[in-house]
Each structure stands twice: as structure tokens, then as C-alpha cells.
């Protein structure tokens, strides 16, 4: 690790540009490869009580690790601001994640703000929260009441021993089941649970947890291990591809594929041939969906990205911040939007031979710009 340079926020974002002909919303924006922008992201927080080992591993994020100050984090009217300006310009899903979101204190105000937003089609604004589930039994009627429609839980492995070795905090499995079946009482769902499988860490557990949540009213998604940021030392030779995935389960409990819910959904739908329901599988490695990618990131500082993987950001708080109009800042996030030519998983699944953690360009953590 201490060769490594982990870029946990990224200091060297400019202020966006502001184009010199504004331009009025009209719902249809596209990037440079006719991408339309349909999905928002929300870092609320860069904080977890988790220190995942492919996220925030312990010795990397210590106790003597410097947070963001709170008055660097953007404000629950900055952020609902910032959020009806994507509404307009299309957006109809914004999910909110971190760091882990339901540290941040009063959530649910934030909620309730959003809910408020009207997208232009008419159609509901899709609000979402992904969690890792350790605060969610005593949130999620509150989160709900505050106008919620889901959430997504984070679930490493069904095993207690093998579990709390990957959330490293000695975390308990049944505490995170328990916050799952609060979170389907109070009607937050269809809840999905995402698993990342780290190849000879937690790859056991593929058959468990695939046993335990079949036929149950929760959607389980396998989450390839990605080279996200550069504080977790990612390896190719421990990502576990989804096709052995699908491969291992389907061996004992027969799989068949079905058609997404929409384009640019981020996991292939399987399911079970005896009608036990339904998986996911997040390919971001061995299958990138970049061609489909409608995804933007707001950091927890107002930093926009416009990949998983990216190196920079575009500063969007300093121009809330300076006092710009509602045009202006809308204009910018035009301006940016199609210029955006990302495909970062796509150019690494052509070079996958070789690459290691350390030998391309410094990416922004995932506790920071948010899953």
C-alpha cells in the first residue's frame, strides 16, 4: 500500500464551464456516443462503520483517516437543487449511496425533498438508496414515510465468519437480515442484494447465498470485483467472472436468461427454470455494458463524474456556491454531459491481460464518489 497514491477526493476538478449561449432543459440530452442521461447518483457521505476489503480496507481508512469537514459536503437544498436540474434534463432515477448513506444524519428530509420533484414525462421519479444494511431495521419506516421506493443491501456472504471478514468491523450477518426483512415490511421494494464475489476470499459463499435467497421476494446480484480507486489492491487474477458464476449455480439450481427491464441496466436478469425466482449478474470486468451506460455521480462535494473509474471530476459546487442561476448551472451540466465520451470498462476488458492494481491512471475511491 505505501507504494500506492489512493486519491480518496480529487482536489484538482475545476469549476465547470458555463457555455456563453444558455440553453433551456428539454429532457433529451445525449453524450458524444448518443448515450442519453437518465440515471443520478448521490454520494451523501464518505463515512462507513464498514471497512470493506475492496472498498475502505482498514489500513487505508484508520482512525486517524481525515473525512471531508461538514462544510465541504453539499447541503440537503443544494443537493435537491442540483437533483431538479438532471429532473429536467431527464433524469428519472436517482439512487443514494456514499460512503454509507443513512450516516448522514436527518436522510429522510433529504428524501422527502426529492420525492417532491416532478420529472418532465410525467412519469415518477424512481428514488432509491443502496446501504450495506447495518442501520436499516430502525430507518427503513421512517426512510418509507419520507417517500423512498427501494433499496438496494450490500451482502458479502450468507456465512457469519466469512462475512465479518469481509466487512471487517466483526459485523453481523443476521444484524444485515434483519434490517432486509425491516426494509420489505415497511415496503421498500423489490429489494435487490448485491454480492461482490473476491476470488478465494468469499467465492465459497456463490452456492449459499444463491440457496438461501431463492425464493424469497429479494432479487441477489453477483457483483464482479472491480478496480475501483487504488486502495484496495485490486487483482485480475482474483475476479471471479460471471459466466463461472452462473456457471456454479446453475449446476445445482438451473438458470435461463431473460431480458432486461430497460436498456442500460446494469445487471443481465437470470432466472431460476423452477419459477425460484430471479438473479443478477454485474459484469463490469469480463462483460462491460459502457455502450449503455446513462449513469452520473454527484460526490459527496459536489463533484460530478461521469464514470465509475474516473480520475477527475467537474466542479459543480463552486459554481452553486458563487451564486449561478438555475440557467447557468443547467447549461453546464449540458455543456459536460455531451462532451462525455467515457468507456473505461469496455477498454479494459480489451486490455484485461496483465493489468494489475497500480499501472494505469489514479482513480477516484468508491467511498467517495459512491457506488
Known sequence: MSEKIIMMADARSPAMAIPPTLEAPNGLLADALGRP????????????????????????????????????????EEITRVAALFVAHGVEKI???????????????????????DTPSGRPLDLTLTTNGSLLARKART???????????????????????????????ADVLEGIDAAHAAGLGPIKVNMVVKGGMNDDQILPMARHFKGSPYILRFIEYMDVGASNGWNMDEVVPSGEVVRRISAEMPLEAIDPNY?????????????????????????A???????????????????????????LRALLREGRDDAELSSAIAHMWRARADRYSETRTINT??????????????SYIGG
Open 37 to 76: 442521461l437518465h440515471d443520478l447518483r448521490i454520494s451523501v457521505t464518505d463515512r462507513c462503520n464498514f471497512r470493506c476489503v475492496y472498498c475502505m480496507p482498514k489500513e487505508v481508512f484508520d482512525k486517524n483517516y481525515a473525512y471531508l469537514p461538514h462544510s465541504s459536503l453539499l447541503s440537503f
Open 353 to 366: 491481460e496483465g493489468l494489475v492494481a497500480g499501472r494505469e491512471a489514479r482513480k477516484i475511491e468508491m
Open 143 to 173: 426512510l418509507k414515510d419520507a417517500g423512498l421506493d427501494r433499496v438496494t443491501v450490500s451482502l458479502d456472504a450468507i456465512d457469519d465468519t466469512v462475512f465479518r471478514r469481509m466487512n471487517d468491523v466483526d459485523f453481523s450477518v
Open 289 to 315: 455494458f459502457c455502450q449503455d451506460c446513462s449513469r452520473i455521480r454527484l460526490s459527496t462535494e459536489g463533484k460530478l463524474y461521469t464514470c465509475l473509474f474516473a480520475t477527475r471530476g467537474h466542479d
Open 263 to 287: 436498456a442500460g441496466e446494469t445487471a443481465a436478469r437470470w432466472r431460476y427454470v423452477d419459477g425460484g425466482g430471479e438473479v443478477g449478474m454485474i459484469s463490469s470486468v469480463t462483460q
Open 95 to 117: 439512487r443514494l449511496t456514499g460512503g454509507e448513506p443513512l450516516l448522514r444524519k436527518d436522510l429522510e428530509r433529504l428524501v422527502a425533498q426529492l420525492r417532491a420533484l
